[in-house]
């Protein structure tokens, strides 16, 4: 484990930009301090969150490639933004034979969120939205609510989220809307 860890660090760091890089580290330290209260194992919110962004920076062209490849189009009628959730997640397979489901799926729906998130997709989500190099004003709230409550930071973000795409006018995936109807239901 620890020479894989190794091997997918060395790797971000030689592929990633600097500020990417700054990122995923941030995220992965984060997940690592959340992941107690939330009842997921350290391990796999570290190896999601090194691997959320994998491909992050690759081109529109490479990530669309990929989902043609695995037939999952769906993600074509959205914002190439989201797309390298799912791309990262078949890459953690195929590149470095992860194998874990919850691992996979945390990272398949970072960008989006679903309606049954687990454990582990949350401190994923929730540590992608506050890790500390990120500066806006939304993230300082999202952090203090995970100071307490995880579900309250997730439905604080992804409500975020979906108003700034909805005044953007962007289209919004399905699993995102999910998302945000399963955590509403459940407030308090």
């Not at 062209?61 to 037939?71: G, K, Q, T």
């Not at 189009?73 to 990262?88: E, K, N, R, T």
């Not at 989006?112 to 990120?134: H, K, N």
């Amino acid at each position: 484990m620890e020479a894989l860890l190794a091997t997918i660090e060395a790797e971000l760091r030689a592929e990633l930009s600097p500020k990417r890089y700054r990122h995923v580290l941030g995220v992965a330290e984060t997940a690592r301090n959340l992941a107690p209260r939330a009842g997921v194992p350290e391990d796999e919110a570290v190896f999601a969150a090194l691997l959320h962004d994998r491909c992050r920076e690759w081109p529109a062209a490479e990530l669309e490639a990929i989902l043609r490849r695995y037939r999952d189009v769906v993600w074509l009628d959205y914002a190439p933004v989201i797309w390298h959730g799912p791309v990262a997640s078949y890459v953690a397979r195929e590149r470095y034979g992860i194998e874990n489901v919850r691992v996979l799926e945390a990272i398949y729906y970072h960008t989006t969120g679903r309606g049954a998130m687990s454990s582990l997709d949350l401190v994923l989500w929730v540590a992608d939205y506050i890790e500390p190099g990120r500066t806006f004003p939304e993230a300082d709230v999202a952090r203090k609510l995970a100071e307490t409550d995880l579900e309250a930071a997730f439905r604080y973000g992804l409500s975020r989220s979906l108003i700034e795409l909805i005044e953007r006018g962007e289209k919004i995936h399905p699993a995102m809307w999910q998302a945000y109807n399963a955590i509403a239901g459940r407030r308090a």
